[in-house]
């Protein structure tokens, strides 16, 4: 008994694993992108990313929370405090107990953190139709080809080829692992209106969110970088001096 037994647990291992591999393989790897932050001297667009956010905020924010941000983390992107402060005042959000023990709403504070959609995971799940919209603070770094996956997930939605079943409440998705995603397509072409009068089509939405969440997943790699081109240039400079040194101490010496 324990023979056949064997068998069938193998073949469902090497089963499940063929069609794990398989449906990784047919999964696009999404374009791979310019970003003004990749390189050694990178740096941050600081309009696109304050397009971004309004895209987030807009649009994104309807289900997907951004937790480990705050407000005053906007400063760093070129909004001042005032604007902080307008942008946090205009949602509520739950505080207390106070005095008599009860929680209230009050106005959000630049030291809170972005108001999540939801206020618990089952709520999310609710409705989302079990599908939970996964939190946005790192999701760059925690996605394999980082700002490419998410850009290529915003613009991978088309309609399923010929002879592919979409599940209901799926949508088809050209660059999602399986093709099929929970999410329906958050953009379209003027879903927002950009204060600096950059035409919001889907890609530049895409591309400005993007460049948002990577911030938001690294918020410290201009500084990073910075350090790391001084340190350079300081090694270069040390071993120069030091080359100098060992030339004049043993010139004599043949």
């Excluded at 047919?26 to 992108?33: F, G, I, K, M, S």
């Excluded at 009050?106 to 799940?125: C, I, L």
């Excluded at 999701?139 to 979409?166: E, Q, S, W």
């Excluded at 040390?238 to 043949?254: E, F, P, Q, S």
């Amino acid at each position: 008994m324990r023979r056949p037994l064997l068998a069938l647990l193998t073949a469902a291992l090497i089963g499940t694993g063929a069609n794990g591999v398989a449906l990784a393989a047919e999964a696009p790897v999404p374009p791979e992108l310019h970003w003004s932050f990749q390189g050694i001297f990178g740096t941050y667009d600081r309009a696109a990313l304050a397009r971004g956010f309004q895209v987030y905020k807009e649009i994104c924010s309807a289900c997907h929370s951004m937790n480990l941000m705050h407000y005053r983390n906007l400063q760093d992107i070129g909004f001042t405090a005032d604007q902080v402060k307008e942008i946090a005042a205009s949602v509520q959000v739950t505080d207390g107990p106070n005095d008599a023990g009860d929680m209230f709403e009050r106005p959000g504070r630049p030291s809170d953190t972005f108001k999540p959609p939801f206020p618990n995971e089952n709520a999310a799940r609710a409705a989302n139709n079990g599908a939970l919209p996964p939190d946005l603070s790192l999701i760059v770094k925690a996605r394999k080809g980082g700002p490419d996956y998410v850009d290529g997930i915003l613009t991978g939605f088309v309609d399923a080829p010929a002879g592919v079943k979409v599940a209901q409440g799926m949508y088809y998705n050209e660059y999602f692992p399986g093709h099929q995603i929970a999410m329906p397509p958050p953009l379209s072409d003027g879903a927002v209106t950009y204060p600096d009068g950059t035409k919001a089509t889907v890609d530049q939405m895409a591309s400005d969110v993007s460049n948002f969440l990577a911030w938001a997943s690294e918020p410290k790699l201009e500084e990073r970088h910075y350090v790391g081109v001084k340190s350079v240039l300081f090694l270069i400079v040390l071993t120069v001096l030091l080359y100098g040194v060992k030339r004049k101490i043993w010139a004599a010496v043949h």
